[in-house]
């Protein structure tokens, strides 16, 4: 099959030939390391600085509140578990959400066998955090509130603004885990009242292995990898330049093309949303419908399997992703679709297309043509199919 | 991650369909793993596997498990089709990934709920075959991780 479509954006997105271009200087010409002395190396150094800049310009942030890490996963680990240590005298009780990322919830389980108690959040039927919930878990030793700006799997935003103000006028410290929305939706990190923000390269066609986290100035948490002084000797290890370069690259060409892209990636989200609903029976629409990011689809198609789909799309060149148990490596089906109240049966049937902005119309076509084809094949196999369909004719 | 032969009977499943008035049908697995197969056999009355059919939902090994069992029983006699384990299975594919061993116990499972249904609606007893542990349990709850 020479045929490629690639509809995976929330898993990883190309790196723009723009960013490469940007980068490939800094591999063979100015490879100099930034903390070295000689003027040579002073070419690295600037380009840090101009990464920073930008990628600080972007979240109305001052440079020195901006981080780079090796992604979005070290950047929530360093988030929780260096809150948990320099506030831990102050209290031991974190509140996330059940729909987070695992980088969230694994941290979070490491933390709480270490003493700490942590809060998780219900969401509601569209994956919203209930504020009322948020509200009322907060107690005199709350130290951290952790909610994520978008959901990976359904894409539903959160009210990320009210929950920086219950946050704030709390005085609790508010951490977003911003990886999948940082790039795609406005955020300014004083409006939202955020504190700490993660950010990962890849997912805005930047590089893999390079991210960020915002930390305002004035919160004290420290260093998580511990070495030589660079990041404010906040973070040890020589600097990711290339990766950082590419970074700032690809957050200028994403801010800069940041509506019209939105605009672009929401046509076709919309448009494949209302095709598949239409022409295929008993599916459902998994997050909300408006507030959701601009480049994502999940659907639950019943009496099927997310793993046999997936393939079946592979084999007509489309790559995709599933929230089954069979894709996840264990035997429950996604964490989020069951937090949303999907029994897992119906959860296992879970299929998630995210496009980028050089996805067309005729491949939401093609993609709807086949996924029909495909999910009446599978349910021709299935003996739920079989089941349901019996009871109907009775 | 799969072995060409698994891909092969996933693409190409054998014997996907239902016998009418079968002889035996078995149905193991659960729809909350994610996992739930339906074998249909047909038996002569020299005990001959005439005839199988299969549906399944569940994820590509679960398919090719099925598709391969379904193979591997057909034309034996029930004495033959005992012998075959879920290894053999797994062999005749090539393997499958070590998260995905369950899905050939599933069904070599499969096989056996369908004789004993056959062997319950002759009342007649098979060497060796008990009586299957896992059906449908739809609605059961289960122990999960917690989040």
Request: one cysteine or more.
């Amino acid at each position: 099959m020479d045929k490629l479509i690639y509809l995976d954006n929330a898993a990883t997105t190309k790196t723009a030939p723009e960013v490469v271009e940007a980068m490939l200087p800094y591999f063979t010409n100015f490879f100099g390391n930034p903390s070295s002395i000689y003027s040579f190396a002073a070419e690295s150094k600037k380009a840090i600085a101009d990464a920073r800049e930008k990628i600080a310009n972007s979240l109305g942030a001052k440079s020195n509140e901006i981080y780079f890490t090796a992604g979005g996963s070290e950047s929530d680990n360093w988030a929780l578990k260096a809150t948990a240590e320099a506030y831990g005298n102050k209290g031991k009780h974190i509140i996330t959400s059940k729909i987070e990322h695992h980088a969230i919830l694994h941290t979070c389980e490491a933390l709480e066998k270490k003493g700490y108690e942590i809060t998780y959040l219900d969401v509601d039927e569209y994956g919203v955090v209930k504020l009322e919930q948020l509200k009322e878990a907060i107690r005199e030793d709350t130290i951290l509130i952790s909610i994520m700006f978008a959901n990976n799997e359904i894409g539903t935003i959160q009210p990320i603004k009210e929950i920086g103000n219950i946050a704030r006028e709390r005085g609790i410290l508010f951490h977003t885990d911003a990886v999948q929305a940082y790039g795609h939706v406005p955020i300014n990190v004083d409006e939202y009242n955020i504190d700490m923000l993660s950010a990962s390269g890849h997912k805005l066609n930047g590089p893999k292995g390079i991210g960020f986290m915002y930390i305002r100035k004035g919160v004290k948490i420290r260093s998580f990898v511990h070495g030589g002084a660079q990041e404010r000797s906040r973070r040890a290890g020589t600097e990711n330049v290339t990766g950082i370069v590419g970074f700032g690259k690809a957050v200028e060409l994403a801010f800069a093309n940041l509506e019209e892209r939105n605009k672009k990636e929401t046509q076709l989200r919309d448009y494949l949303i209302e095709k598949i609903q239409k022409e295929i029976p008993y599916c459902r629409l998994n997050g909300h419908r408006e507030l959701r990011l601009s480049n994502n689809v999940n659907f639950s198609f019943r009496f099927i399997e997310g793993e046999s789909m997936l393939i079946k799309l592979d084999f007509a060149g489309i790559c995709a992703s599933s929230g089954s148990a069979c894709t996840s490596g264990s035997l429950d089906p996604s964490h989020v679709l069951l937090a949303i109240g999907l029994p897992h049966e119906i959860a296992h049937g879970s299929l998630r297309i995210t496009v980028g902005y050089e996805n067309t119309m005729e491949e939401m076509d093609y993609v709807v043509e086949n996924l029909k084809k495909i999910i009446e094949d599978l349910r021709n196999m299935s003996p739920l199919y079989e089941d349901f369909i019996k009871k109907q004719e009775k | 991650m799969y072995s060409e032969k698994v891909m092969d009977h996933f693409q190409n499943p054998r014997n996907v369909g239902e016998i009418e008035n079968a002889s035996g049908v078995g149905t193991v697995g659960n729809a909350k793993c994610g996992d739930i197969m339906r074998i249909f056999l047909d038996i002569d009355e020299n005990q001959i596997i005439q005839d199988v059919k299969f549906k399944t939902f569940g994820c590509g090994a679960a398919v090719a498990t099925s598709s391969m069992a379904t193979e591997l029983v057909k034309g034996k006699s029930i004495e033959e089709a005992m012998k075959i384990t879920n290894k053999a299975v797994m062999e005749a594919l090539d393997g499958l990934p070590p998260v995905k061993v369950h899905c050939s116990l599933l069904a070599e499972e499969a096989i056996h709920a369908a004789l004993w249904d056959y062997a319950e609606k002759n009342g007649i007893k098979i060497e060796g075959l008990e009586k299957p542990k896992s059906d449908i349990h739809e609605g059961e709850e289960e122990e999960e991780e917690d989040y």
